[in-house]
């Protein structure tokens, strides 16, 4: 884990070779489009071959109608919801995560893996599994959001799918997609997680105020211009330098 102390100076967080392309995260370089972001028909050779038999429209539909539960005039609006979370939260969240548990321990890493945190273990996870099968998926069925639109356009879509609510236990990638409500943490997972799908080379960063209990979540983007920090409040972002001048953290953690 890295830590870096900020004394009014923007963090210095380890950057992949990247020159004319766009590097993900096994670092081959992905040829931009015209847009100069890479097309997601360009990241055929990415995904799992395997997998391309699968119809993701179901998954989006299932989205779509989670949206829809939102609304005021939807019937059974309160009941659905309530199902849905302790579907989501009681059910597939602790399966999730004692999948993985289960899948490292087996790997060799032995009894040690149950008795990580949360945070420990998604740091491994997106470490050694960047690319989960969901998120492929649902970007399947919006092939433009990794095309023309660039990062902006996966950052819109999240938008668009997810309120904004308080504090969250921190989040797996799959669950962060099918949550209706994501904090600072979970969309910073889910944004870089999408990133790095569509081959865009960022990193996800939390910040701890003095005290070490109010944290923040954010992902810097490596664009064109620069170095760009993105969160879930600030829109299309800014230069990460300015971002830490206007976000006086304590600690930067990498995860």
Known sequence: MTLTLLEGKSASPKTADRQDGHVDHTHRVIPPGPSGHPHYADLKNIADPARNSVDPMPLDRFLQWGTKTRDRNFPGRVFVGVLYRILLYGIFDPLLWFFYRLRFALSGQGLQ?????????????????????????????????????????????????????????????????????????????????????????????????????????????????????????????????????EHRFAMTISL
């Open 113 to 245: 893996t149950f008795r990580q945190p949360r945070f420990r273990l998604l740091r491994e996870i997106r470490s050694r599994c960047p690319r989960p099968i969901l998120l492929r998926l649902w970007l399947r069925s919006h092939p433009d959001l990794c095309g023309a639109s660039g990062w902006v356009g996966l950052q819109t879509a999240i938008h668009t799918l997810k309120k904004r609510t308080n504090t969250l236990p921190w989040l797996l990638p799959e669950e962060t997609l099918l949550a209706h409500c994501l904090d600072c943490k979970g969309f910073a997972v889910l944004f870089s997680s999408l990133l790095t799908i569509c081959g865009f080379n960022n990193e996800l960063w939390i910040g701890l105020a003095g005290d070490g209990e109010n944290g923040h979540a954010w992902v810097v983007i490596e664009d064109g211009g620069g170095r760009i920090a993105v969160d879930q409040m600030n829109g299309l972002g800014v230069p990460e330098a300015v971002y830490l001048k």
